[in-house]
């Protein structure tokens, strides 16, 4: 993750992904950040369910199939289920916006939601309360932040982007995103933000 918690570039995700590969399991994550000039959180992204109930989130965090697992299980609630692939058009709701759309698990698997003009199948809720427990390999949250607006080149912005704790830092809540399959968020325009890297336990040092 890079520091200050600024956005992955394309290019050195790619070199990570072809260092890394068949050497360990890698995982990647992208943010679907809001696109107001400055990030602020009250830009919000609506969701329309096909019962004709809406509501609103901050943000999208798109996950590949093998982060189920990668560090825990992804909480799911009963008759729900994680992602069929990376580039389906699949999404997992919080409980808090499943009940906001009026979507309970006998629609799971039916119901619809549109987001930024894709159309996508719920296929599970997620119970974001168990979600928060969940602590990357650096023992940082898997949230997206949303950037707080700051005075360039103040001394609290130069702080963080040097230091690696959470000080000054504003995850946003599990109840006010969506998971989406990796390749589906990247098409709607998530960018990277990390990838984890977990190397086998009899893997040999690097020379």
């Known amino acids: 993750q890079w520091p200050g918690n600024i956005g992955m570039d394309e290019i050195s995700l790619r070199i990570f992904l072809e260092?890394?590969?068949?050497?360990?399991?890698?995982?990647?994550?992208r943010w679907l950040l809001p696109t107001g000039s400055d990030r602020k959180s009250s830009f919000h992204m609506r969701l329309d369910a096909s019962?004709?109930?809406?509501?609103?989130?901050?943000?999208?965090?798109?996950?590949?199939?093998?982060?189920?697992?990668?560090?825990a299980?992804?909480?799911?609630?009963?008759?729900?289920?994680?992602?069929?692939?990376?580039?389906?058009?699949?999404?997992?709701?919080?409980?808090?916006?499943?009940?906001?759309?009026?979507l309970t698990a006998k629609d799971i698997g039916t119901a619809k939601v549109s987001?930024?003009?894709?159309?996508?199948t719920v296929v599970g809720i997620l119970d974001e309360e168990q979600f928060r427990y969940i602590k990357d390999?650096?023992?940082k949250a898997l949230f997206p932040?949303?950037?707080e607006e700051k005075a360039a080149g103040s001394e609290s912005e130069e702080?963080?982007?040097?230091?690696?704790?959470d000080s000054g830092v504003a995850y946003v809540d599990p109840s006010e995103l969506v998971l989406l399959p990796v390749d589906v968020a990247f098409s709607l325009g998530a960018t990277p933000y990390s990838v984890s890297i977990k190397f086998k336990d009899e893997a040999p040092l690097w020379d």
């Open 19 to 29: 260092i890394f590969e068949g050497r360990a399991e890698m995982v990647v994550r």
């Open 51 to 71: 019962n004709g109930e809406t509501a609103k989130v901050l943000t999208a965090l798109g996950l590949q199939t093998n982060e189920d697992e990668f560090i």
């Open 73 to 102: 299980k992804i909480p799911i609630l009963k008759g729900g289920r994680f992602f069929s692939a990376d580039d389906v058009p699949e999404v997992i709701l919080p409980t808090e916006v499943a009940a906001a759309l009026k």
């Open 115 to 120: 987001l930024l003009g894709e159309e996508l």
């Open 137 to 139: 390999l650096n023992r």
């Open 145 to 147: 932040i949303i950037p």
């Open 159 to 165: 702080s963080e982007a040097e230091g690696d704790d």
